[in-house]
């Protein structure tokens, strides 16, 4: 059984900074690419960021330059650094992985957190 823990959300002003983190824990062969997606009121998830196993990233336009996505392969964790936040990032954001199991061959992608809830307002 895997699972991926998101923390580090909650409330702050605009202009403010967050640090999220998805620690990935149970029966782990490999994580080739974790990533980052956000779901706003009304909206369809969208993807954030993404680090692969080699600690290359690629982000989305709206939060190049503000937001930057690291790895921690030893602690099977990824994080999510916000800074200069704006109330159009208020969403959940999850925490996803395309990971291998021990005992399994193959990689799946279909690997997601809970969520955590970032609220940007004054």
């Known amino acids: 059984q895997v699972q991926l823990v998101e923390s580090g959300g909650g409330l702050v002003q605009p202009g403010g900074s967050l640090r999220l983190s998805c620690a990935a824990s149970g029966s782990i062969f490999s994580i080739a690419v974790m990533g980052w997606y956000r779901q706003a009121p009304g909206k369809q998830r969208e993807l954030v960021a993404v680090v692969t196993a080699g600690g290359s990233t690629m982000s989305a336009d709206s939060v190049k330059g503000r937001f930057t996505a690291s790895r921690d392969n030893t602690k099977n964790t990824m994080y999510l650094q916000m800074n200069s936040l704006e109330p159009e990032d208020t969403a959940v954001y999850y925490c996803?992985?395309?990971?291998?199991?021990?005992?399994?061959?193959?990689?799946?992608?279909?690997?997601w957190g809970q969520g955590t809830q970032v609220t940007v307002s004054s």
């Open positions: 996803n992985a395309k990971l291998r199991e021990r005992g399994n061959p193959y990689y799946r992608d279909d690997y």
